[in-house]
């Protein structure tokens, strides 16, 4: 039952990703739908293991200056359409709680990356600016140190 609901699923990629629309060979959200379709299609397997195309594809729109909050919502609206189009093609209702549990099961796989990825990003900000204040800490010393230095001078000549 996965491999063929995958492959119907498959068929709605278009009408979900919005292609014709957009006119993109690469909408925005199309690794999730992607995900779904694999999860789909291994959804009968005791350990699917962690999807690292699904994790690659995210990782590479952050590293490409993608907000966390778009993909966030690219993920998203992905997911609702997928749910609607899956609602009205599919006839069977535990056809249609597959889809909604893989959907759910790579929606939140997805937001568990981008929070892992903005938790990373924030612990780097946060030593970068660490590192900035101790070198301003130590200019402020050094330019101290200075001011005394040609002040002592100065009294002496």
Do not use: K, Y
């Amino acid at each position: 039952m996965s491999a063929n609901l995958a492959e119907r699923v498959m068929a709605l990629r278009d009408e979900v990703l919005d292609t014709a629309e957009r006119g993109e060979p690469n909408p925005l959200g199309a690794e999730i739908f992607d995900a779904t379709v694999r999860c789909l299609a291994s959804f009968e397997a005791t350990d699917p293991g962690i999807d690292l195309a699904l994790h690659d594809s995210l990782s590479r729109r952050l590293a490409w200056g993608d907000d966390e909050h778009v993909v966030l919502a690219d993920a998203n609206d992905v997911c609702e359409r997928l749910l609607a189009a899956a609602q009205r093609a599919l006839r069977s209702a535990v056809e249609e709680m597959v889809v909604a549990e893989a959907v759910t099961q790579v929606g939140c796989t997805a937001a568990r990356i981008v929070a892992t990825a903005a938790v990373g990003r924030a612990g780097r900000d946060r030593a970068m600016l660490l590192r900035e204040q101790a070198s301003l800490t130590r200019l402020r010393a050094a330019s101290e140190r200075q001011s005394q230095e040609l002040q002592a001078l100065e009294d002496r000549g």
